[in-house]
Each structure stands twice: as structure tokens, then as C-alpha cells.
């Protein structure tokens, strides 16, 4: 294609740009499948996390052990800042299935992987369909 081609309007290049335009998202639907399916497995293969072995700890606390105590700032500053802890409450539920049920957290990834990249190669697809009938129309006079 000449360069006389791109800067006029002889040409449309609006085909071509919907094709490769679709094989770039077909290209990055399967990098994204690769590694979604990647991780689902990864994880699903790890071993749960087991509880840590209890602490001993002395029946009578130390006599210079005051009760009640407020937390120290630092205490205070290390913790994340916001309404409802950590991310909200949805990132300690992701956190404690993926340490204990790392088999199910797995499948879970696995299958929205498998989900999300069908819906968004339907929506290219559409999209790509929709753009092409679009150039095939014919022009008005």
C-alpha cells in the first residue's frame, strides 16, 4: 500500500483496520486465557494452608502486663485506611479461600477465565460483525 494510498480517500481502509483490529483482540483474548488458565492451576495445585500450631501461653499474665491497653500508633498507622477494613470486606474472603480451599479458588479462576474470555470474544465479534456491515452499506447521494 503507497503512501499516496493512507493519505487519500481512494482507498478505504476501514476494512482492513476492522480485521487487524480483530486479530490484535483475538491475539490478546488468548494471552489473557493463557495466563487466567495458568494461574487457575497454579493455584488449584498448591497445598491448603494449614492452622498454625497453637501458642502456649502462661496462664497468669507477667506482673509489669497492664490490661487494657490502647494499641500503640504504630499499631495504628500500619493498619489500611478506609470504611470497612482492607479493600472492603470482599478482598478477606478472596484471601481466606485461596489459603484454605486452594483447589476451589482454582476451579473459581479457572472458570471465570473460561467465561470472560467467551464474552469478550462474542463481544469482538460483534462488534467487528457490526463495523464491517457497516462499511458494506451503501453510500448515500
Do not use: K
Request: charged share 15%; aromatic share 8%; no cysteine.
Amino acid at each position: 500500500m503507497p503512501a499516496t494510498d493512507i493519505l487519500s480517500f481512494r482507498t478505504s481502509m476501514g476494512e482492513r483496520a476492522i480485521r487487524w483490529l480483530y486479530a490484535l483482540a483475538l491475539v490478546l483474548i488468548t494471552l489473557g486465557l493463557i495466563f487466567g488458565l495458568w494461574r487457575g492451576i497454579s493455584l488449584a495445585t498448591r497445598a491448603p494452608m494449614t492452622t498454625p500450631p497453637a501458642v502456649s501461653s502462661n496462664v497468669n499474665p507477667p506482673a509489669n502486663a497492664t490490661t487494657g491497653q490502647a494499641p500503640s500508633q504504630g499499631a495504628q498507622a500500619a493498619r489500611p485506611m478506609g470504611p470497612r477494613g482492607f479493600y472492603g470486606r470482599g478482598f478477606e474472603r478472596r484471601y481466606f479461600m485461596m489459603r484454605r480451599h486452594p483447589l476451589q479458588a482454582g476451579i473459581f479462576i479457572i472458570v471465570r477465565t473460561l467465561v470472560g474470555s467467551f464474552v469478550a470474544l462474542m463481544v469482538v465479534r460483534i462488534l467487528a460483525e457490526m463495523g464491517l456491515a457497516i462499511l458494506a452499506m451503501p453510500r448515500r447521494t
